[in-house]
């Protein structure tokens, strides 16, 4: 069991995903401060319900049962003043126990999962490759400097949740999927979904 700071939000974070952020109120700043000083990360969980802004509710926010670790790999001050970082998605991990601190900071003891061990793409699957590849070509992406390893299955589906405009209650579930194979042939049925097809 772990102990780590929680950043409630109503987008999803996944292993391999990328995310900007922007932090203005002092518990994040305070937090953001102690993970750069210390080498840490935060765990990302997806906000069910209501919001964290300014406080969020008195008692413990609605989040989902697991989340994952982020570590920050870029930040700037935006040109509106704020703290923008960018942070990158690693291991899941379950949640046991939330509470919020005084300082509205909300914690808990959670089970980290292993990392996901990188699994060779099969030639059926190459059609979430070619897909990846095409929105790395968007400027907004590109902005990102995503490194993707093409050859691992689990880093393409994974990116491909990340950047896909999903409902967040999918990317959620599709969160939870342990099996990359079940991942990939849910992928394939959203995306046919997406372009219209049966």
């Known amino acids: 069991m772990t102990e780590i700071p929680l950043f409630p939000l109503s987008s999803?974070?996944?292993?391999?995903?990328?995310?900007?952020?922007?932090?203005?109120?002092?518990?994040?700043?305070?937090?953001?401060?102690?993970?750069m000083r210390t080498g840490t990360g935060f765990g990302m969980v997806w906000l069910r319900k209501g919001s964290e802004v300014s406080g969020g509710s008195i008692d413990t926010p609605d989040i989902g049962d697991y989340g994952t670790y982020a570590r920050i790999t870029d930040f700037d001050q935006l040109p509106n003043g704020l703290l923008g970082i960018t942070i990158r998605g690693e291991q899941r991990f379950h949640v046991e126990e939330v509470w919020r601190e005084d300082s509205g900071l909300v914690r808990a003891r959670v089970n980290m999962e292993p990392a996901l061990p990188p699994v060779t793409m099969k030639t059926a699957w190459r059609s979430l490759a070619v897909v990846l590849?095409?929105?790395?070509?968007?400027?907004?992406?590109?902005?990102?400097?995503?490194?993707?390893?093409?050859?691992?299955?689990?880093?393409?589906?994974?990116?491909?949740?990340?950047?896909?405009?999903?409902e967040e209650s999918i990317k959620y579930e599709l969160l939870g999927m342990t099996d990359v194979g079940a991942l990939v042939a849910e992928l394939d049925l959203l995306l046919n979904q997406i372009s219209g097809e049966d």
């Open 12 to 35: 999803v974070l996944v292993p391999h995903g990328a995310m900007p952020l922007q932090i203005f109120e002092q518990r994040y700043l305070d937090m953001v401060a102690s993970c």
């Open 133 to 166: 590849k095409g929105l790395e070509s968007h400027p907004h992406i590109q902005r990102m400097n995503l490194t993707i390893d093409y050859d691992n299955a689990w880093e393409v589906a994974l990116t491909l949740v990340q950047l896909l405009p999903f």
